[in-house]
């Protein structure tokens, strides 16, 4: 009876370190940390990037190199950051093949069907998605207007993470619409109209 009592409390402790490995963080904390944010298509898989040995086993004796999945994209705008050119290689951690799995593992393609705002980090390897929440999916991308690609009915037809709440995606167009005014200097009535109703919100709900 105490070897099953172990195995249930293992199995849940297990559960809750794999559900651990996303902390979520708001949409504004998105946004600051974010080095690049940018609205993108994805092309494909392009390639791997070594991250080196890991050791397994009980004695620590086993070597596996393990890798991370490289994705080209097509930028269509950059909101936050400076990028030259259409194309972009970005980076999320794992790879299929891996002889060594992890719990923050992830790849693009299971994230993104064809349009996506991303929220990329900045490592020595390159940009990387950090994690699923950094994915917000769009219907399409609406060339040279990107208050329309931005809008709530341009998100794809499924349900949000219960991380991306609707709530969420009001601040997310918001947020990304300032970063937007203020690297081009510009100046939007209806803009910062917006920007300060959210801000009245966040003081309200503290």
């Known amino acids: 009876m105490k070897q099953i009592g172990l195995v249930i409390i293992s199995a849940l402790l297990l559960t809750q370190t794999l559900q651990a490995c996303w902390i979520y963080s708001t949409p504004q904390e998105r946004v600051n940390r974010a080095d690049m944010i940018a609205i993108v298509e994805l092309v494909g898989q392009s390639g791997t990037v070594d991250k080196g040995e890991y050791f397994v086993g009980r004695d620590q004796s086993k070597t596996y190199m393990r890798k ?3 994705w080209e994209v097509k930028v269509d705008q950059v909101i936050k950051g400076f990028h030259i050119g259409e194309s972009l290689h970005i980076l999320t951690d794992g790879m299929r093949d891996n002889k ?8 693009l393609d299971e994230e993104m069907d064809q349009y996506a705002i991303v929220y990329l980090n900045s490592r020595k390897e390159g940009y990387y998605v950090e994690e699923p929440a950094d994915v917000v999916l769009l219907k399409q ?3 040279g207007d990107l208050e329309a690609t931005l809008q709530q009915e341009n998100l794809l037809d499924k349900p949000l993470r219960s991380e991306q709440t609707q709530e969420d995606w009001v601040i997310y167009q918001q947020l990304l619409l300032e970063l937007e005014e203020e690297r081009q200097g510009l100046f939007s009535i209806k803009i910062r109209e917006g920007i300060d109703n959210l801000y009245h919100f966040l003081e309200q709900i503290g």
């Open 68 to 70: 991370d999945t490289v």
């Open 100 to 107: 060594v799995k992890m719990s923050t593992d992830f790849y």
């Open 141 to 143: 991308i609406i060339d």
